[in-house]
């Protein structure tokens, strides 16, 4: 499974389902079989990051320098567990365990402050100033009961996005 020349399997596309526990329909898993296959260029059964960046939508998202850590070396059973994540049918709880890994980049359960002034400055660029972005940052901590030298776990991350009642209605289309 992964090189654009083999086929799925029934078997494949059940495990498939099974790992990202059948978020997607087998139709869908054909689909994003076809995608990545269209994505792994060198036929290898990854997709490596240079062929991420080769999908507009992604090398102009920006977090995606961020999210390419999470992405490069995937193969097609992790691609759709990581697609999962912007399924309509995955949970909150589901999608801010992904926002979390891509606020902790550095992988060690913990988001700091500078983890959030970092993803901060990747998708405000130059509109704010650091000064702006430090501001920001420390009202959002003390609004949400942090102090600035606080370190988030995923379960701070869960508490405060579910009390700010955020609608999480990102998808990613198969068709």
């Not at 790992?19 to 036929?43: K, M, S, T």
């Not at 891509?102 to 990747?122: F, N, S």
């Amino acid at each position: 499974m992964g090189n654009a020349s083999s086929m799925l399997t029934q078997y494949d596309i059940e495990d498939v389902q099974k790992h990202c526990g059948g978020l997607f329909l087998q139709w869908e898993i054909v689909a994003l079989y076809q995608r990545f296959c269209q994505l792994d260029r060198n036929g290898k059964g990854f997709i490596s990051a240079d062929e991420f960046l080769s999908v507009p939508e992604f090398a102009v998202n920006p977090l995606s320098q961020r999210m390419l850590r999470m992405l490069d070396g995937l193969n097609f059973k992790d691609f759709v567990a990581l697609l999962s994540a912007f399924s309509a049918k995955t949970s909150p709880r589901r999608k801010v365990e992904f926002i979390f890994k891509v606020y902790d980049a550095d992988g060690d359960g913990k988001v700091t402050k500078d983890d959030i002034l970092e993803v901060l400055r990747d998708m405000s660029g130059s509109f704010l100033s650091e000064q702006q972005r430090q501001q920001v940052v420390n009202q959002a901590l003390d609004e949400s009961g942090f102090s600035k030298g606080s370190t988030l776990t995923l379960q701070d991350f869960l508490k405060v996005l579910e009390e700010a009642g955020l609608k999480m209605e990102v998808e990613v289309p198969v068709d």
